[in-house]
Each structure stands twice: as structure tokens, then as C-alpha cells.
């Protein structure tokens, strides 16, 4: 497994927008595949993005297409998530996670994001 540390939430207004930092300690970093979750009062953690090893192939859920951006730098051991024009509903904790041989096992301690209307 790997350790993981996010950085980069906060408060900010509608329309604004904030980078989320996910450092990961361990010399094998870049055979991960990373994603970033998000859970909202009352909901489910969910996958709102995710990259490969190589940041060749990315995923995002629909409702962040288009706003949200993740990218690796493998040489720093970090993922990032840019995040523009966030809207009050992208207000959750957001996740870190290292995906293993099948699932993400591995998981930061979360970093709270919230958008003001």
C-alpha cells in the first residue's frame, strides 16, 4: 500500500476555483492507478475522477466533465485535481486513493471543500 496526504481544500465562492494535492510516499508511486472521491453529507462516497499510472487515460463523472482536471507528476509522487466554476453541490470531502490489483486500497485522510453560493 501506499501512504497519502491531500492538501488544497477550503472555502471558496461559487464559480471559483481551488487545486486539490494528493503527495503519496513510497518509491512505487507511479505504478498506481490514482483516483479522487468525494462524499457529501447524506451521500455515498463516489469517484469524481481518475488517471492512470502513466496520466495517459483519464476518467471524469459526468457532472465535472468539462470543469475538473486530474494529472500525475510521477517524479513528485503527487495527484492533482484543478477544479473550476465549482458549484455549490461539488461542496463534500474529496478523497485520494491508490487503486491496487482490483480496487482502490489505499486512501487518504480526505479534504473538505466547500463552495458558497
Known amino acids: 500500500q501506499v501512504q497519502l496526504v491531500e492538501s488544497g481544500g477550503g472555502l471558496v465562492q461559487a464559480g471559483g476555483s481551488l487545486r486539490l494535492s494528493c503527495a503519496a510516499s513510497g518509491r512505487t508511486f507511479s505504478r498506481y492507478g490514482m483516483g479522487w472521491f468525494r462524499q457529501a453529507p447524506g451521500k455515498e462516497r463516489a469517484l469524481v475522477a481518475a488517471i492512470g499510472w502513466s496520466g495517459g487515460s483519464t476518467y471524469y463523472e459526468d457532472s465535472v466533465k468539462g470543469r475538473f482536471t486530474i494529472s500525475r507528476d510521477n517524479a513528485k509522487n503527487t495527484v492533482y485535481l484543478q477544479m473550476n466554476s465549482l458549484k455549490p453541490e461539488d461542496t463534500a470531502v474529496y478523497y485520494c486513493?491508490?487503486?491496487?490489483?482490483?480496487?482502490?486500497?489505499?486512501w487518504g485522510q480526505g479534504t473538505q471543500v466547500t463552495v458558497s453560493s
Open positions: 486513493a491508490a487503486k491496487g490489483t482490483l480496487e482502490y486500497d489505499s
